[in-house]
Structure formats: structure tokens, C-alpha cells
């Protein structure tokens, strides 16, 4: 009892109460007894607990105790927990310390389900009623990595058109993570893609978008998978793989490509119809309509495209009859267009060639000759020539000519003529006498030289023209030296009218030429009477009357220079080729002039010039002037020479007469063509459309006509692959893109192109260097070099292009 009563002292001074103990109260109050009248209470008002959500079930957790004042039963006696799944409440009697509650981990905790709990701790004594005290225990659950990324879509698929640029987003793929924090953070990447992927693809590691990263093309993959990988940032990352497809969508970016696979470029004009010329493959790399190709041959062309049995693939055939001589050469153009929007479209040009056939006869331009020839021809000169004209050409075309000879006039006439069998021209043999033949009639055959040949005839008139050789012959009176002197005695005293005498006179000539004039002429012509000397002397006779004598009188005549020499032409004209040899000579119109002796001609002179000079032949009593050629004309540095002939006779003062000299330098085939520059280069994109002119060269030839006519070709020496995708007009110049060009596959291409002119060669051949070519074997050929560097689209390769192409250049120089 003292011990109780001290504790309860105790308490009462702990409780603030004043007491002052004295026996005689310690006697009278002998026991204190407790009362519940506090609360239980916990340290805290609210307790925060970390708890990783891998800690295992049945894992203890020891909280602090409530405190009681009271004492006895009306402490502290048990504990309780709110309801929950994961928790449980356990107590534990510490003795003097009192029960201890812990808190046990009763099922595993995800903190994906719930990352927090929240629970009551409550308290309680055992007073009646019980008191109670809670304490709030906050549970935050730690993350640990237990789970993968999920992709938020069981397919992801996109489609994207190939020509999309770089950058382009296909797709966004997502992926999430219950995980907290860096096991939550969720980053993508490529899984296990082939290298053509990474090439085309690119994946963004925080937004999982799917971009354009290289130029896709449809016709070399039309779609892809794309193993895309979605990873956390754990400690140990978990993965996931997911499949994305992308399809690529077709656009029209490829035009029809027309190859040859055969081609005969030679077709000879009497071909039946249906005939095939060349056979084409022509194909479409794009898809559905906008590789479905429409082909057809372009113009009015005796040529039309026909589908083969085989897919793609057409022959070029004829649709109508050919024939060489009305067009010989064809350029049949071959079109090929797509349906795609826009249509592309590409071109190829054949050329093909009509060969000829002997199907014409040769045929001369009239149906008959007639010529006229005047009598006393030259023997074995040209009297007259016929020609015939073939349309075929070559041999065909080669026409030879020969006199039908026949029984008739085999010998009488026939025999009197020759014929040049190459060119026609028909020569007499003998000198034609219009007063024995006047007229004949002969045939002459043209045959070509084709198999079987084919000739064409005709007839041939021959009329032979009177020309005055004969000079009329006096029947009366006669002599015998061939004069005629007459002598007549007439009466002194006869009246006007008195016949005289007759003369009678015969001419064999016919028309003109033998109609007589008869008239009295009397002599007093210088010239005549003297014969052209300067002076001579003339003996008369005179009959004097009463008495009748006969007196001789001798009479000399002079000359005085009242004539100037004069030309009986006005103008001459020469043509002369540029290739004569100097020391030629040309026949000059002589003059004339009417004095005699010291005032007849007796010199020419010639204006002052570089190329010709004047020589003076002496004929009898004549001077004959020649035009020589002194030194070599170049028509191509002058084609025309104008000069004047001046004769001069020899009077006091001089008196003279010109002639004017036009000479046509005629030209040959002395110039060879030259371009307009030794080396073309060019740059040129690799995309660029077939048919796209690359660039024009031009030669020029200062000859002329056919000699300054140019065509133009690729040397014959160039790889294969040049011919593949050039092609070269060869009247233009203009070189033309016939394939496709790729950078990848060549980045510069080098040709050689020969310039020739229709000129027959009339220079010695020799080296011809154009550009840096020194392998020129044609004649009248010049060679320009022609660099094609192509260009690629992309800015990057363009740049280590131009490079390349320096560096090329600097190795070809």
C-alpha cells in the first residue's frame, strides 16, 4: 500500500496537483485507483513508408507503438489496420515496452496497379469504452523494371509516294511503358533491317517517326518491312519489335523505254508488204496505267508498228509498196507514250534506207532527136551528143550507149558516125557534103547495167545544113585560069539600054547559098586591090582616041590608117578551175583591122594582174593572141577576174580596140571542212528525257556546191555503248540523247565526230587534227571531240562530279 500510495503521489505531482501528504491522510486514504482518461496516441501523427514493389510477401515492417498514460487495462491493448489487399498488421508484445505493431507485406505489390496505399493505424486501450489514437501510414511503392514496352497498335502500316522528298514522315509508331521514371522512357530504333532499309529509312529515337531518308523508287521495291524497336531505359532494358510495312505508291516517273533489238537498216524497194524492218522492245518500269504504253509510227510513212506474240516487244513492217526513186531514205520515228498523269513519252528515230532495184529503164528526154549539122564538119570531131537518164541508182543506173546497126544503113550511113558508149557523144567520122547527103536517120540504144539490164531507144534525125563553100562558076565568058574577062566592042554612038553582054554563072549551093547577085563593082578598096600589102602598084591600060592608041599607065596605092583594130565580140568569157596549172593558154578573140602593112595590128597588151599574162603568136602576116595562166587561181579567195585586151595597130598616132576578158574560177574540192571549234564540252543531267538535244556542233567548207556540202557522223571507232545513247544528225550537227544517261554508271563520255564534205577528193590525203585527235583516216574528214560530263541531281554529287570531271579532263589532256 505505501508503494501505491507513492506512485499514486507521484502521479498527482506529475499532474500538477498540490499535495501535501501528512499521516493523518496517508491513513485515511489508503488506495488510488486509475481511470481511463487518455487517449492512446502515436509519435506521429502520419508515417510515410518507400517500399520496392519486388520486395517478397511476408516482408516485416516494425512501426512505433502508441503511448497511454493510463495504466493497467486502460493502456494500450491492441492494434488494428484498415482493410487492404497487400497489407496486414501484426503485433508484437515487447514486454515492459508494451505491443509494438509491424506491418507485413501480405501479397506482392505492382506498383503498376497502385504506386501508393494509404492506411489507418488505429489504437486502442482497454478502458469501457476503449479510447482510441490512429496514425496514417503512407506507402509509396518504388518502381522496379518488370515490364517491356507495348506498342499501342497490334499493325502499323503507311503508304507513301516514291517520289516524296527527304524528310518526308511515313509513319509514327508508339510504344508505352508502366514503368516509372528511365524504366518507363521509351526510345526506338531499326531491329534487325537489311542495309537497303537504313539507306531509304530513318527512324527519330524519342518520337518513333518513320522519315525518308533516300530516294525511294518503285520499280526497284514496291514496299518494305521495317522491324522497328521500342527499348526502356532500365538498368537491364526490356525490348520490343514491332513490323511496320510501308508500301511504296507508283507515280509516273518513268517514260516508255524504247530498245532496238534488231534492226535492218537496208530494205530493198521491191519488199512485200509486211516486210519487218526492225523489232523493238518497249517497256515501262511504272506500275497499273502509268506503265500501260501506247506505241505507234509517227507520219506518213510506208511503215506502221505491229505487236508481237511476245510481250513487249512490236516489229517495224511495211504498209505500202516502196519505191527508191520516189523517196529513198526514211526516217520512220517510233512513239511511245504511257497513260499515266502526266503521259510521258519518248521518241526513237530508225533510219532506214530503200535499196534499189532495176525496175526503170533507161529514157531519154524527147521522143526523137533532130540535129543539124553543118556540112564540111571537122572528121572525128563531136557533132552532137543525146543523153538518157535512170531513175535507179549504182549499177542500175549506169547507162551505156550504142548506134543500132542494121542492114539498111549498116553501110551507107551508120558507119559515117561513132558513139561514146559513157557519155553520148556521137561523132562523125568523115566530113558531111550537104550536096551528096542532105538528110539520114539512125537509132541509138541506152542500156543500164543492172541484171537483167533494161534499155530504151530512140531515133535519131540527122539534117545537114547548106553552108556556102561553093563559089558560083561564070559559064560566060570563060578563061582558063577560072576568071572571067570579057572584052566587048561597043559603037560609039549607042543608046542607054544597049545590051552589052550576058554573063550566065552557077552556084551548087542551095537556098541563099546559090542565089547569084550580079553587079558592077568598081575597085577602089585599098585591101582588096592590094592584097593586104601596104602598097602596091596597079597597071592600066588606056585606049585613047583620034588617032586610036593603046597607052600603058602604072598606078601606085598607098595605105593611110583610117581604121582602128576592132573585136568581132564585145565580151569573152572563160571558165577556169582553181587547180590549172600555171603555163595554160587560152585562145583570145583576134582582132581585126582593115589597113595594111605598118597600120595592120601589131601588138595586145594586158591590164595589170597577178594570174595572167598575154602571148602573141605570128600567123602569116596575122598576130594571134593567147591568154596564159601565170600563176594558180583560188577561187575560194577570188572567183571572178575581169580584165581587158587591148589590140593596138601601128599607125601615127596608134589607134586600138578592146576586149573585155571575164574569167569564172571554176571550184574543186580543195578544202576540207572545219569546225567552229576544236573541243566541245558540255554538262548534262543525268535525268534528262530521251530526244534532248545535248548540243550542235557546226562545221564549215569555204568550197562550194557539193564540195561545201557537209555531213556529219560519229567515228567508227567509239565504243559500243556511245552509239547506245548518242545519236548525230548528220545534215544538222545536232547530237541528240538516243539512251538513258547515269551518272553512277559513267560520269563523262567522250566522242569523236568527222565532219566530210560530197566533194570528190581532189586533195592528197593527209592527218587531219580537230580537237586532240590524231587517228583520222577519212578524207576531207574533220574530227571534233565532244565532252559530255553529266551532272547528278543531288547538290552533294554534283559537287564531287565537277571534280571528277577536272580531274578526267586534266588525265584525257
Known sequence: PQTILLNIYKRLIMMGHCVTASSTDLETNGTLLDVNDHSPSFPENNKRLEISESTLPGTRFQLHAALDPDGGVNSVQQYRLSPNNNFRLEVKDSGKDGKVPVLQIQSPL???????????????????????????????????????PVFTKDVYSAEINEDSPIGTIVIRVNATDMDDRLNGDVSYSFGNVNSKV??????DPNTGEITVKGQLNYEVDDSYEINIQASDSGAVPFRTEKSVTVNIKDINDNAPVIEVTSLSNTISEDSRLGTTVALLSITDSDSGVNGKVISFAKGDVPFTLTPSIQDNMYAVVTNSQLDRENKSIYDVTVIAKDAGEPALTSVKTLRVVVSDVNDNSPEFSISRYNFYVTENNPPGMSVFYLTASDRDEGDNALISYNILRDAVYSNKVTSFISINSENGDISALKSFDFETVKTFQFQVVATDSGTPSLSSNVTVNVFILD??????????????????????????????????????????????????????????????????????????????????EMHHVVVEITDVNDHSPSFSEKEQQFQIFEHTSPGTRFDLHAARDPDAGSNSIRTYTLTSNDHFEIDISQNDEDKIPFLVLKKSLDREQKNKHVLFVTAVDGGKPHRSGTLNVSIIVLDINDNRPMFSQDTYQIEIYENVPVGTTVTRVNATDPDEGTNGEIEYSLSKTLPRKIYEIFELDSLSGQLKLKGTLDFEESEIYKLDIQASDKGDASINEQDITAGYCFHCRKLLTTVSLVWTAIQDRSEHFAHSQRQTRLSINWSYW
Open 198 to 203: 537504313r539507306e531509304l529509312f530513318d527512324v
Open 467 to 548: 553552108q556556102n563553100d561553093n563559089a558560083p562558076v561564070i559559064l560566060y565568058p570563060v578563061s582558063s585560069n577560072g576568071s572571067a574577062e570579057g572584052v566587048e566592042e561597043i559603037p560609039r554612038n549607042v543608046n542607054a539600054g544597049h545590051l552589052v553582054t550576058k554573063v550566065r554563072a552557077y552556084d551548087a549551093d542551095i537556098g541563099y547559098n546559090g542565089w547569084l547577085l550580079f553587079s558592077l563593082q568598081e575597085v577602089t578598096d585599098h585591101k582588096e586591090l592590094c592584097h593586104g600589102s601596104g602598097a602596091c602598084l596597079m597597071e592600066l591600060k588606056i585606049l585613047v582616041e583620034n588617032p586610036l
Open 110 to 148: 505492382d506498383r503498376e496497379t497502385s504506386s501508393s496505399h494509404k492506411l489507418l493505424l488505429t489504437a486502442l486501450d482497454g478502458g469501457k469504452p476503449p479510447k482510441s489514437g490512429t496514425m496514417e501510414i503512407y506507402i509509396d511503392i518504388l518502381d522496379v523494371n518488370d515490364n517491356a
